[in-house]
């Protein structure tokens, strides 16, 4: 099973400032198929980023995805107020496929 | 539009059953692979079970294999989860998400959610 581990546990910042997530994988990730989401309290999850660095359809382009192998980053060029939420990788590369346990990007 | 909206949700104790559906519309289901995923509260993201398009391809998490089965009618559009042998930890709002693809494992659109409580 591959287990993923996303830091930090929590990121405190303000609009405008950039936020850098990370997801580390503990065994590469098939083919990069890994996929960011976001949730936001008392909703569904929002798919953000599939493949590591493609956007989802009507994600704006302040979010973007990168990495391969095992190491892999979610970056938030200027945060908006509607961005501040708890963000999860999963990889599909391999079954189980697994979510990583999720940071929170909370107003500073 | 694509929809997917939960039901079968509800309070039942430990070593029970229920049955999860999930109704899809706005868009064609037989072409899209279809998955599950639990919140327990308060609690991350779990992935617990994916199937392929035409249910050639069948995947669990440990935490659920061997009391769990997933499965899909394309005729009515819909996708099942089986729950046996409920444990408190399974304990969690379900989602069901739609696949990018035949054989895509993450879900692109997803439900609202059913809430399962285990408890006595």
């Known amino acids: 099973e591959i287990v993923l581990t996303q830091s930090p546990g929590t990121l405190s910042l303000s609009p405008g400032e950039r936020a850098t997530l990370s997801c580390r994988a503990s065994?590469?990730?098939?083919?990069?198929?890994l996929a960011w989401f976001q949730q936001k309290p008392g909703q569904a999850p929002r798919l953000l980023i599939y493949d590591a660095s493609t956007r989802a359809t009507a994600i704006p382009d302040r979010f973007s995805g990168s990495g391969s192998g095992t190491d892999f980053t979610l970056t938030i060029s200027r945060l908006e107020p509607e961005d501040f939420a708890v963000y999860y990788c999963q990889q599909y590369g391999s079954s189980p496929f697994t979510f990583g346990p999720g940071t929170k990007v909370d107003i500073k | 539009e694509v929809q997917l909206v939960e039901s079968g949700g509800g309070l039942v104790k430990p070593g029970g059953s229920l049955r999860l559906s999930c109704a899809a519309s706005?868009?064609?289901?037989?072409?899209?692979?279809m998955n599950w995923v639990r919140q327990a509260p308060g609690k991350g993201l779990e992935w617990v079970s994916s199937?392929?398009?035409?249910?050639?391809?069948?995947y669990y998490a440990d935490s659920v294999k061997g009391r769990f089965t997933i499965s899909r009618d394309n005729a009515k559009n819909s996708l099942y989860l089986q729950m046996d042998s409920l444990r408190a930890e399974d304990t969690a709002v379900y989602y069901c998400?739609?696949?990018?693809?035949?054989?895509?494992?993450?879900?692109?659109?997803w439900g609202q959610g059913t809430l399962v409580t285990v408890s006595s």
């Open positions: 199937i392929s398009s035409s249910s050639n391809f069948i």
């Open positions: 065994q590469s990730v098939t083919s990069s198929y």
């Open positions: 706005g868009f064609t289901f037989s072409h899209y692979s």
């Open positions: 998400a739609r696949g990018q693809y035949s054989g895509s494992y993450y879900g692109v659109s």
